[in-house]
């Protein structure tokens, strides 16, 4: 994704750069908490599984472990979206970094050709400003 800026006289329109920061932020923000609502979801059903007992009283011989093994399979899938969450949060801080990273580099390389400009109008406003004098000190003469 290309991000763009308006440049203003003093460089990157800060609004616009504080807006996109922020935008980045609660996307990264919503990750976590989205994160944050799946354990919460786990904690229930875990709680609910240990709470009730129902899973180990019953009494055929295979229904304990397929159960059991539901639920594994169920902790292990919440732990792959927690970790998937996580990935994802560290993709978007990661991709935000990099993209102030490249913001701060082209505001730098637009400072220092706006300075060269200014050091090339200065000097040539010195010169008009000698030739000034020296047109005057022959007028005077």
Not at 3 to 24: A, H, K, R, S, T
Not at 65 to 78: G, H, R, Y
């Amino acid at each position: 994704m290309s991000v763009n800026f308006n440049i203003e006289e003093n460089g990157y329109n800060i609004e616009e750069v504080n807006n996109y920061i922020e935008m980045l932020q609660k996307e990264y923000e919503n990750a976590v908490a989205w994160g944050e609502e799946m354990e919460a979801k786990y904690e229930k059903l875990k709680g609910d599984y240990e709470n009730h007992g129902v899973c180990f009283t019953i009494s055929e011989d295979n229904q304990n472990e397929v159960i059991k093994d539901v639920f594994d399979k169920l902790t292990l899938t919440i732990e792959k979206v927690k970790s998937d969450a996580q990935v994802r949060a560290n993709d978007i801080v990661d991709k935000a970094k990099e993209e102030a990273a490249a913001i701060l580099r082209r505001a730098k390389e637009n400072s220092i050709e706006i300075r060269t400009e200014n050091i090339t109008i200065m000097k040539n406003l010195k010169s008009i400003g000698e030739m000034i004098d020296v047109i005057l000190e022959k007028g005077i003469q």
